[in-house]
């Protein structure tokens, strides 16, 4: 299990502060904009600075070569690259892949994978979503046949982050009984197809996945004596949770630059940002984004420590992050007139981004059902 | 926070078997349509027997009380607390955070010793002498004068909204020393003895049709020079200054509260029926709105212990304060609003005011009414989003 230390709150401090400072180097509007333009979107050279600095490694165990940390540091590396929309597979590889293999890896898998995503050698993804974007298990397109010592894969998965880089593809699909499973693909085989799907959000890469009767052996398995609906659970409160810093990092980011705008632009012979009608709207932006940070640390922390209710937190988390997101990079475009509105200006980005993740696996919607059947019991059927 | 507030097991355990042996059954049924008097006199009991069990002032120092307890202490009396179902000491409030504020940050020794014990042995109760018909919001505009002659201090003007006067022994005063001064720096703050005289107190009927706050009429009232807390014209920085901390700690209480109202929020929507005639709880609509207050209850309880250890870790007059005012005036209105909604018809009927009750008492639309106090009072809701945007966002002023 990922494992809940003690980190003071001075600690986590501290570690933003350097994360920041190497992203302000490493990292950023030009950076993004280079990748945007990129046939591939993952940035390499951003990805040798990550992994040197051991963010890759930062919540893997120290026995698989990373640094034992809780998932309360992991959340801190994907705030601050949400905070400059970082072009690289960090999430998908070490969030959900990692992630994935420390809920229910075999003893073996994680012995081979772990050592490597901890070292960012391996770049790796998950396919949990069928092709109406729906994340419930229900709409998995993937039929998974089992031939006793192998397994075969066959069908559709769509919104597969940076499957264009990733050379494993954790993949959730169906068996012939109905069952749940997730298996590790390959993505160097013949016969699994990628196609990209461009999205509105330029700086992020999702493709779609065809499985053409891909045969693997058995082991590719996830810990098969575990419940496959429970993995894929665990799979989406991983993903709400990254999606949920993301969103804090980057609605941080969108409402700072929008201050120091406001700041700055001069109308009326004073700045923008002595109007108390703007003011306002800030000081309600502000609440959004402090409400927002608690909410995601909520969701770290019931995580990790396994509460009762940490559906609930996980699932509030992801859509009031994602709502407030939406809400801020809004204010951001509209407080900036005109240049809000041009391509050359980053508030486009956030705001894209912030649309992407309330859809995200499982949209607002979906999490709030989700917390609800959590916090008050399912509804009785109609 | 979580893994430290858990840490607190045994903590908590002495303080929930202390509420259950102490914390008086059926005392709502006991203060419903009570008189202001009944109410009175009932949370001058529970006073004496929190103050038998140490639990009046946590927040207070070992000096008066006999016992320091830590913020996570703190946290952990507010939860039991409100999960006890506990009376809240609504006409203490001023005496216990802002009269004890005040006197340890900028009082005299003096000072203390006379006015603190009394408020926890006597139940001393005080109020506020802070707004005035002409100085709301622009509260550094007040006008009531306080002239040197002698020993004493000779007070003239008008007092409005102070809470509970009429019952009151002492007054919070704010007036202003030196006319010629920028505004912000010729007032001065004073203990003033309500049972002087030239004194004259008002109550105001509210919304609710209840007699709680009141207008001061100062007539050439007489302060002694040595009821002058700090120095002569420093009145507005301390009034801001001191107090930060305690307007949060305020909050404890109410905001644990709220989670506690969230399950009787949860039980309204089982017994009122929904679309359909099903009960409530079973439409998705209002399901995923129970939601979001949820969130919201969860989100605004982390921001509180967050801020209140930053402001005892630092000290400090930040907008920490502000930020919490806010954010739970407006939970708690937006959820008793919520919750009058969803109780229809049945909740529009006349019900009686409980006395002692909690901000959210489940007589819905009397909660939902008093939810103003929190966010027109103590600077409204206006004020504390130009504190937020110029204090912690560095917005300009406007100009004025």
């Known amino acids: ?382 | 926070m979580l893994a430290e507030l858990e840490a607190h097991s045994e903590f908590r355990g002495e303080v929930r078997a202390w509420c259950k042996e102490h914390v008086p059954t059926n005392w709502m049924h006991r203060m419903s349509g009570a008189s202001v008097e009944e109410s009175l006199a009932f949370q001058r009991e529970w006073l004496a027997v929190l103050r038998e069990g140490d639990l009046a002032a946590p927040h207070w120092s070992a000096e008066w009380t006999g016992r320091d307890y830590s913020l996570l202490e703190q946290v952990v009396i507010a939860e039991e607390m409100a999960r006890a179902g506990a009376p809240r000491l609504g006409v203490y409030f001023i005496s216990l955070f802002h009269t004890y504020g005040t006197l340890v940050h900028s009082g005299t020794e003096e000072q203390r010793r006379r006015h603190l014990p009394a408020i926890l042995d006597d139940g001393e109760i005080w109020c506020q002498g802070f707004s005035e018909p002409s100085a709301g919001s622009d509260l550094a505009s007040l006008r009531t004068r306080a002239e040197r002659q002698g020993d004493v201090y000779v007070v003239n003007g008008q007092k409005v909204w102070s809470t509970y006067a009429m019952h009151a022994r002492y007054c919070l005063l704010l007036a202003r020393t030196d006319p010629d001064a920028p505004k912000h720096r010729g007032i001065s703050y004073f203990l003033l003895d309500l049972e002087t005289r030239g004194v004259e107190i008002r109550p105001i009927l509210d919304l609710t049709h209840r007699q709680e706050f009141c207008e001061l009429f100062l007539t050439n009232v007489e302060i002694p020079a040595e009821c002058l807390v700090g120095e002569e014209n420093q009145g507005w920085r301390i009034a801001n200054s001191t107090l930060s901390t305690e307007r949060s700690l305020i909050l404890l209480m109410p905001v644990e509260q709220l989670r506690v109202a969230f399950e009787m929020l949860v039980d309204l929507a089982h017994n009122v029926p929904g679309p359909g005639g099903k009960p409530a709880i079973q439409d998705v609509g209002v399901r995923r709105d129970l939601v979001d207050l949820h969130a919201e209850i969860a989100n605004l309880r982390l921001l509180v212990n967050r801020m209140l250890s930053q402001l005892l870790h630092s000290g400090g007059d930040g907008p920490e304060s502000s930020i919490i005012k806010l954010y739970y005036s407006e939970v708690l209105q937006k959820f008793t609003k919520y919750c009058t909604e969803l109780g229809g018809l049945k909740a529009q009927e006349l019900a009686p005011w409980l006395g002692a009750a909690p901000y959210v008492s489940g007589v819905w639309e009397l909660d939902f009414l008093n939810s103003y106090t929190w966010t027109i009072s103590a600077g409204t809701n206006e004020i504390q989003r130009n504190i937020i945007s110029e204090h912690a966002l560095g917005m300009p002023r406007e100009p004025r």
């Open chain 1, 1 to 382: 299990m990922i494992r809940r230390t003690q980190t003071s709150e001075l600690d986590v401090n501290e570690l933003r502060e350097t994360i920041r400072e190497v992203l302000g180097r490493e990292a950023g509007s030009d950076r993004t904009r280079h990748a945007m333009s990129h046939p591939v979107g993952h940035d390499t050279k951003l990805w040798e600075v990550i992994s040197e600095l051991g963010w890759t490694g930062i919540a893997i165990p120290e026995e698989y070569g990373g640094a034992g940390t809780s998932l309360v540091e992991l959340g801190v590396v994907v705030q601050e690259l949400g905070r400059c929309l970082a072009p690289c597979a960090f999430v998908p590889s070490v969030v959900f892949f990692g992630g994935a293999l420390l809920v229910a890896g075999t003893s073996d898998q994680r012995a081979k994978l772990l050592p490597r995503i901890a070292s960012g050698d391996l770049l790796a993804s998950v396919a949990l979503v069928g092709t109406a974007g729906r994340c419930e298990p229900g709409g998995l397109g993937i039929e998974i046949e089992d031939r006793g010592a192998e397994l075969s894969l066959r069908g559709t998965a769509s919104y597969v982050p940076d499957a264009d880089v990733a050379e494993l593809i954790l993949v959730a699909g169906r068996t012939r009984e109905g069952d749940l499973a997730l298996v590790v693909v390959e993505t160097g085989l013949d016969s699994v197809e990628i196609t990209p799907q461009p999205l509105f959000d330029p700086t992020r890469r999702f493709s779609r996945l065809d499985l053409h009767d891909v045969v693997v052996p058995r082991e590719a398995m996830l810990d098969p004596t575990d419940s496959g609906a429970r993995l894929h659970e665990s799979l989406i409160d991983l993903g709400a949770i990254a999606t949920a810093c993301d969103s804090v990092g980057g609605a941080g980011q969108v409402f700072e630059s929008t201050l120091k705008y406001m700041k700055e632009r001069h109308q009326f012979g004073r700045p923008v940002a002595s109007f108390q009608a703007l003011k306002h709207r800030c000081a309600d932006m502000m609440m959004r984004v402090e409400g927002s940070a608690v909410s995601a640390a909520r969701a770290l922390e019931a995580f990790a420590g396994e509460y009762a209710d940490a559906r609930v937190a996980i699932s509030e988390a992801k859509f009031f992050t994602a709502e407030s997101y939406t809400h801020v990079a809004q204010e951001g475009v509209q407080m900036h007139g005109g240049v809000g509105f041009t391509w050359e200006y980053d508030c486009h980005l956030y705001l894209k981004r912030a649309m992407l993740n309330q859809a995200l696996l499982g949209d607002s919607r979906w999490h709030r059902d989700r917390a609800a059947n959590a916090l008050l019991g399912e509804p009785a059927q109609a």
